[in-house]
Every structure is written in structure tokens, then in C-alpha cells.
């Protein structure tokens, strides 16, 4: 798919006052520093649409982009903060669980995780919560540009055990660079498909 437009719409703190559910939404979800603001300004090609680097946990909106006038692209507040209070931290739950579960549109979940790392429990169990409501998702592996090819497969299958202990099979997944593209053409095309079907 080729971007010919992106904008910001809106960003929100309930799934309610979310643009009209009318056409296919894509959320973007991982823990902070994951690298979500960077892919999102690679997947549509604009420096700046999503911020990069903001302080750990401010941004707890709901961030609507619209692109090609055909679909959402969504930025979700990151989630497993240790750095903001426990009321905050449920505040904003609470939020990103409604939206998940309640915003109609919402066609699939692509939850980011750093390549680089060991698998997280805040993951696995974001993801298990996503099964277990009934909710398409992807992973997306980032920064693989700062790890061998080989380091990187290493870590896949090392993530692949791990969610075997849940799944059937390995969730779909994407395997990107915000750096040098690498996987941003396999994105756009997943989002495509589905767009179409
Ligand atoms: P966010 O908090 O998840 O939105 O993360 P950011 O997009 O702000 O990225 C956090 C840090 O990781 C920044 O210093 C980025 O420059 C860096 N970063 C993000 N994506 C990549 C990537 O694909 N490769 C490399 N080498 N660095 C990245």
C-alpha cells in the first residue's frame, strides 16, 4: 500500500469521544521507549506525525491518525509504567481496556516489543488478556537494526517458546527497523489485506 496521506485527527481520553467507528482502525500499543512513536512516523512516511521520546508515560491519549482517507492508524498510551502512580496507572487501564474491548472499528492490535529483549511478562500477559477477549492482534519486533541477523533470530525463537506455553502456533509478526524500513512494506500490506477482506 502506498501512503498518499496522513494527518492527525484527534486525541482523546475515552473510547467514546473517538472519531465516528465508520472506517477500519489499526491500534499501536507497547511499553514505553519500545520504539512505537519512530515506527509510526516510518510506516506513513512523516517525521513528526507521531512524537518521538517523549517522557516515560505522558502520553496518555488515545491518538487518531486518519491515512489515505480509507483508515485509522491509533497510538495507545504505552502500558506497564513503573515511574506514575497506581491511581494514574489505572486510570489509564482502564481506558485502554475499554477502547480495546468497546471501539467497534478496531480491526487488529499491533503490540510492539523491543527485539532486543528478553520476553516481558507485562507482554505475554497483554497479549494473553487480547486472546482471551476475542482480539485480533500482531507483534512487532523493533530495532532490528541494532542486532545481527542472527542475534535476531535467536530472540525470535527464544519469544516463540514462550508463546507456545499459550498459543496454538506463534501469533502473526512483523520484524522492523524505524531506521532503514525493514519491515514497514509487510505492515502496510498486512493492514491492506485487511482492509480489503
Ligand atoms: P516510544 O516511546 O515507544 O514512542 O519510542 P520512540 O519512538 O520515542 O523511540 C525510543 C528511542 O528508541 C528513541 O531514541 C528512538 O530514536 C529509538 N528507536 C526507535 N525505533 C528505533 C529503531 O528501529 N532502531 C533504532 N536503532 N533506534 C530506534
Redo the contacts with the bound molecule.
Keep these: 500500500m502506498k501512503i498518499n496521506q496522513a494527518s492527525f485527527l484527534m486525541s482523546n481520553s475515552t473510547y467514546q469521544q473517538c472519531p465516528k467507528p465508520d472506517k477500519p482502525e489499526y491500534a499501536f500499543i ?13 510506516i506513513v512516511r512523516k517525521k513528526n506525525l ?5 517522557t ?1 508515560g505522558k ?1 496518555q491519549l488515545i491518538n487518531h491518525f486518519f491515512i489515505n482517507e480509507d483508515w485509522y492508524l491509533v ?1 495507545l498510551p ?1 502500558y506497564g509504567y513503573a515511574k506514575v502512580s497506581k491511581v494514574e496507572r489505572e486510570k489509564f487501564e482502564k481506558m485502554i481496556n475499554e477502547y480495546l474491548t468497546l471501539r467497534t472499528n478496531l480491526v487488529c492490535t499491533f503490540v ?1 516489543i523491543d527485539v532486543r529483549h528478553e520476553p516481558q511478562k507485562v507482554d505475554v500477559e497483554f497479549m494473553q488478556k487480547l486472546g482471551e477477549n476475542g482480539l485480533p492482534f500482531c507483534i512487532v519486533f ?5 542486532l545481527s541477523n542472527t542475534a535476531v533470530n535467536k530472540n525470535l525463537a527464544i519469544y516463540e517458546q514462550i508463546m507456545l506455553e499459550t498459543w496454538e502456533e506463534m501469533p502473526q509478526y512483523f520484524v ?5 524500513g ?1 519491515g514497514r512494506e509487510e505492515i502496510l500490506a498486512y493492514i491492506d489485506e485487511l482492509n480489503q477482506g
Design positions: 507497547g511499553r514505553s521507549n519500545v520504539g512505537k512513536s519512530s515506527l509510526i512516523n516510518s507521531a512524537k518521538t521520546s517523549q516515560p502520553t497510538d504505552g510492539l523493533t530495532k532490528a537494526d541494532k522492523t527497523s524505524s531506521v532503514n525493514t
